[in-house]
Every structure is written in structure tokens, then in C-alpha cells.
């Protein structure tokens, strides 16, 4: 089983390890910091001792790097890799606005139907089922957002069930979720924040998430 570094130090950008097995393009790796897509957070974009990583698969547990066709490496071969933090740092920031966003509306809204969300490097989105715009409620939303992200927040994550790899965050007195994703440590990390509703028809609302600060 990979050793998932990106829970133990997200903020970790390269590492040191070494192949376990081969089959293909497809490797897997003794421990990463490497994410794959999953919970609606994109897969990081890097490479493994050199090669382009051209995708990232979660499967169960287990996470496989896919190399172009050709690479050379063998199980127990040590290998460098690195991510590209830009990116990484940006999906990490949308992923927790959005975790604030939404937290946002259930304490408001608790019947709210969460359908969908998606976690990218230039902005982030929740679609919930919602009979009317939800425009109206957006400002509100997006002032309490960012009140608590200028109040630098500590942010804690970490395993509810080590065995299962079941991990949550908690703020202190404001919310703890379930969440296998990659967080930040505080609040202010995420910057001023900026809600944009889009109606993508069919009795479903789009919130639109972004980051006013972009560094
Ligand atoms: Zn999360």
C-alpha cells in the first residue's frame, strides 16, 4: 500500500521513494505525495523520476501513476518526484473554500442537496438542487467566508479511521467534516474569496468559487 505523504504534509512538494510494481505504463510507488482525483479534488500534476505522471488513478487504497509508454523503471528502483505546487497550492485553497462555502449553507440551510462539485486550478463550484436562483443568498455567504478566513482560522486534519483511510477537518466551534482531500493549516491562507451564481437549469444552482488573491 503507497504511504500517502500529501495527508502527513500537504505542503511537501518533492520526494524520495521507490517503485513497487510495474505493469506498463502503470506503476504504483512505496510513498507519495502525489494526489489522484477524488472527492471532486483534481489529481496533481508532476513527475516521477523525470517522466510526465499522465494520469493519477485512485483504485480502492491504492494509487497508479500512468508514465508515457517507454519508461524504463523497475520495481525497487528509487525514484524522485516532484509536484507542481502552483497548482497544487491553488486546488488546496479552492478545495477548503469550498469546504467553507458549503459548510456555510448547511448551517443555514440544512436540507440543502448537495449534486455536485468540482475542485480546479482557476475556481471551484457546488451544484446543489434548488427550486429558485440562489443569488439572493449569496452575499451573505460570501461576506461570512471571507470574515472567517481574515480571522486566520486554525484548520485541523486528520484520521477518524487510520485503517480505512478515513480522514475529516475540523475549525474549532464551526464545523467537522469528512474529507479525504488535501488541506490547509489555516483559513487565511485562502485570501478573499468571490461567489458567483450560475444557473445551470433543471431546479440546479451553481455557486461559483474564486480566489481574488491568485499568488
Ligand atoms: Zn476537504
New binding site residues.
Partial sequence: MTQKLFWLDPYQTSLDTTVTSVDGPRISVASTIFYAFS?G?ESDHGSIADYAVLEARKDGLEIYYSLPAGHTLRPGQPVHMEIDWTRRYRLMRL??AA?LVLELFYKSHPAADKVGAHIAQDKARIDFAWPESIAPLLPGFNDEANRMIAADLAIKSAFDDEPNERRY?EIEGFAR?P?????IRRTAEIGPLRLKRDNIGRGKERVEIYLLSLA
Fill in positions: 472527492g479534488q478545495h477548503f469546504e477537518w467534516v474529507c479525504g482531500g488535501t488541506h
